[in-house]
């Protein structure tokens, strides 16, 4: 299953919503696909959608796609990237109205970097790389919490010697 998620910002993504359905209607997406659809106004014809989901909702679609097509908000790539999906982000872009600039450009080229996901900068190569995911190998997430935890005991040992 493809879990779909653009995030809950005041920002539409119907751009990519309409090239889902596209895909799906003519059939080079043949597996279930769900949206989580936000703010957008378009309304997906031929896939499961809801607006918002909340907590356990949003957990259990998770749990149940192997597969996540979302926007480049680093909370959404992240916790996909955590869970051990195929992680294709596609950027908003403030050009079609989806954002405010383009930062998105530079957070899924660093994920990219990283090997962690696919990109789709072009909403044109979305067949493509979700046709191609299944055969890319992916870097596994390792938190750094454990080290940012060791440094803040450090440092707070140290001042406390001075």
């Known amino acids: 299953m493809i879990f779909v998620t653009v995030g809950s910002q005041k920002f539409q993504f119907n751009r990519l919503l309409k090239e889902i359905d596209k895909l799906v209607e003519e059939k ?4 279930e696909v769900f949206a989580q ?6 309304e997906p014809e031929n896939y499961k959608y809801k607006n918002f989901l909340d907590r356990d909702e949003f957990s259990d679609v998770m749990s149940r796609c192997d597969k996540v097509i ?3 908000g ?7 990237v955590k869970q051990g999906k195929k992680v294709i982000a596609v950027p ?7 954002h405010v600039d ?4 530079q957070i899924i080229g660093e994920f ?5 996901i696919k990109s789709v900068n072009e909403i044109e190569q979305l067949d493509s790389v979700i046709s ?3 055969n890319c190998e992916f870097n596994q997430y390792e938190s750094n919490t454990q080290f940012i935890i060791e440094s803040i005991e450090n440092f707070v040992n140290i001042q406390n010697f001075n």
Do not use: C, P, V
């Not at 659809?37 to 378009?42: A, L, N, P, R, V």
């Not at 680093?74 to 996909?80: E, K, L, R, S, V």
């Not at 383009?102 to 450009?105: F, I, K, P």
């Open 37 to 42: 659809t936000g703010y957008s106004d378009y």
């Open 102 to 105: 383009d930062h998105q450009l």
């Open 28 to 31: 080079r997406i043949t597996e």
């Open 112 to 116: 990219e970097k990283m090997n962690f």
């Open 132 to 134: 191609n995911i299944i």
């Open 74 to 80: 680093t909370g959404a790539i992240i916790g996909a």
């Open 70 to 72: 979302t926007h480049g």
């Open 92 to 98: 908003r872009l403030k050009d079609f109205g989806e």
